[in-house]
């Protein structure tokens, strides 16, 4: 018989304020749920594996093998070992870029004008590298390890010539993306603008963590519907989209036989 999901209460809710930053592993079982609260947010975001770090996110691979160039519920985050870092378990937005990358202190500069600490202290001006390098350090990473990221909320649209367009109003208030963690996965992350985001302000949006404990998450039973919470299998839209990510899935669990 199929075992229902079982999604208890809210472990923790954190709410990272626009040009925030955090990092933190999501352990085996657990399900991170992130909320654009404003509307027009965007999460730089990075994974690795939290018990060997030389294993992390590998874009490449995680487009190539589910072909595709965007990720939405019913995709997968794949590791450079070919491994699932983190499942896409439900999603209201419907698209997130993998091509924008963060921009670094220089590039913001250019982009915003001067809003140095000295000026207007707190409310200075983030950079996505210097973001997510403080958190990285603080797990012993650094430069080398910043590799390709994921920008939640954001998308990026390429015409026939390749050239890159912002999709503005792709995130509304409320919009949410759900990563199920079928492995120690350790999480860098920063509320910054997307890089390609035409509004010429530095204005960040905050966005809310919200963690779940989910039973018989990596149950196969089948008959699952897809949208999070509430369905049987929590991994079954995504282990079931293509044979890239059942297979995945198989070196995945086999680091916990």
């Not at 603080?138 to 890159?164: C, E, I, P, S, Y």
Request: hydrophobic share 35%; net charge negative.
């Amino acid at each position: 018989m199929p075992q229902p999901l079982n999604l208890t209460s809210a472990l923790y809710t954190e709410i990272v304020p626009g040009g925030g930053h955090t990092s933190f592993i999501l352990k085996r079982g657990q399900l991170l749920r992130i909320t654009d609260l404003a509307g027009g947010g965007n999460v730089s975001l990075l994974l690795f594996n939290a018990d060997q770090l030389s294993e992390r996110l590998n874009l490449p691979d995680t487009l190539k093998g589910q072909h595709t160039a965007r990720l939405t519920a019913g995709h997968c985050l794949y590791s450079d070992m070919g491994r699932v870092l983190a499942a896409i378990t439900a999603d209201t937005c419907g698209w997130h870029d993998t091509l924008g990358g963060v921009l670094n202190a220089d590039e913001v500069r250019e982009k915003y004008g001067s809003g140095s600490y000295q000026e207007l202290r707190n409310d200075f001006y983030r950079n996505g590298v210097d973001n997510l390098l403080v958190e990285m350090g603080k797990w012993n990473l650094n430069l080398q390890d910043l590799l390709m990221n994921v920008n939640l909320f954001g998308r990026v649209d390429v015409n026939a010539k390749g050239d890159f367009s912002f999709g503005a109003g792709n995130s509304k208030a409320g919009d949410y993306v759900e990563l199920y963690a079928p492995m120690n996965t350790l999480v860098a992350l920063t509320a910054l603008q997307h890089p390609l985001d035409p509004n010429p302000h530095y204005a960040p949006k905050p966005v809310q963590l919200d963690w779940y404990r989910v039973e018989n998450g990596g149950v196969e039973n089948g008959g699952v519907e897809s949208g999070g919470v509430e369905s049987g299998d929590i991994t079954a839209v995504c282990r079931h989209s293509c044979p890239e990510n059942e297979r995945a899935f198989h070196n995945t669990e086999r680091l916990f036989i």
